[in-house]
Structures are given as C-alpha cells and as structure tokens.
C-alpha cells in the first residue's frame, strides 16, 4: 500500500525559501512519476513540477527558475526546494505519483498525500 506523506510547509516571507519533503512508502515499481500540485483558496489545483523516473524534470512556467524537484530513490524521497518565493505561491502542497512517465494533469496520478501549507506574505 502505497502512502505519501509531505511535510515541510510552513510561512514565510516574500523572496524566503523552503524545502517540501515528500516520504513515499510501500512502492515496488522500479520507475515511477512523482510531482508536486498546489491548491490556492479559490482555485484549483495546478501543477508545480514533475520527476520522472530516469531524473527527467518538468516545471509549470511559474516557477521554472524559482523552484527545483529532485528524488532520493534510496530514501523513497521527494524534495521541492523553492526559492524567491512569491505571495501567489501561497497553497496547500501535495506530493503525488503515478506508475510509469509524467503527465501534467492530475487526473494521471493515483497516489496522493494530504498536504503541507505553504503560505508567502
């Protein structure tokens, strides 16, 4: 049973960094897609950025330079640092994954963690 758990969230203020950390348990599959969503107040839930299984990255245009995705395979990790962060970067931040290659909409992914708030004033 496959379980995602993010943590790291927390405020801060405009041009601040953190780092979101997604622990993934119970995977067996030798390649699959993690990425990271963000819900707003009000809105819905985008994409910030993907890691596919041989390390490929893919980032929403809004935080391409801002914001970096990485995965440590041996800890069964996923890592957002974000950077120069911006009051619009506020939300709830999920970790999800998905069997096989990334795909932007989020309807592809079938694991899903509860959330850790990021909030930028």
């Known amino acids: 049973h496959v379980q995602l758990v993010e943590s790291g969230g927390g405020s801060v203020q405009a041009g601040g960094s953190l780092r979101l950390t997604c622990a993934a348990s119970g995977y067996r599959r030798s390649s699959y897609c993690m990425g990271w969503y963000r819900q707003a107040p009000g809105k819905e839930r985008e994409g910030v950025a993907y890691?596919?299984?041989?390390?490929?990255?893919t980032y929403a245009a809004s935080v391409k330079g801002r914001f970096i995705i990485s995965r440590d395979k041996s800890r069964n990790a996923l890592y957002l640092e974000m950077s120069d962060l911006k009051p619009e970067d506020t939300g709830m931040y999920y970790c999800a994954s998905r069997a096989g290659h990334c795909y932007r909409g989020d309807h592809y992914y079938d694991r899903w963690g509860q959330g850790t708030q990021v909030t930028v004033s």
């Open positions: 890691i596919d299984g041989d390390g490929s990255t």
